[in-house]
């Protein structure tokens, strides 16, 4: 259901955008998410925003780092993603909710930051 975009090869330092976008139009989202997984580690949560607010919240290895924005007319969420550090190295999940809790995951997107 959903398509994410924008991750690639960056050097310390460096930045990255992430796109999210829900094909269907129609498809009504409550709250939406990054998460993101290195090798070896379980899926954390990176960044969340719900339309309600909007309330967000950042995991703490992220704040003034990263910031997450919504397009509720579009179904899109991105993610600006600056001073990027080696450990942000991760494939970087899109998660979205509906407002009876079903969730949907996007495919994953590679974001490698080279030291």
């Known amino acids: 259901h959903l398509v994410e975009s924008g991750g690639g090869l960056v050097q310390a330092g460096g930045s990255l955008r992430l796109s999210c976008a829900a094909p269907e139009s129609t498809f009504i989202i409550s709250a939406m998410a990054w998460f993101r997984q290195a090798p070896g580690m379980q899926r954390e949560l990176v960044a969340s925003i719900h339309s309600v607010g909007p309330h967000i919240t950042y995991a703490d290895s992220v704040k003034g780092r990263f910031t997450i924005s919504r397009d509720d007319g579009k179904n899109t969420m991105s993610m600006q993603m600056n001073s990027l550090k080696p450990e942000d190295t991760a494939v970087y999940y899109c998660?979205?909710?509906?407002?009876?809790?079903?969730?949907?995951w996007g495919q994953g997107t590679q974001v490698t930051v080279s030291s």
């Open positions: 998660h979205a909710q509906d407002p009876n809790g079903l969730g949907f």
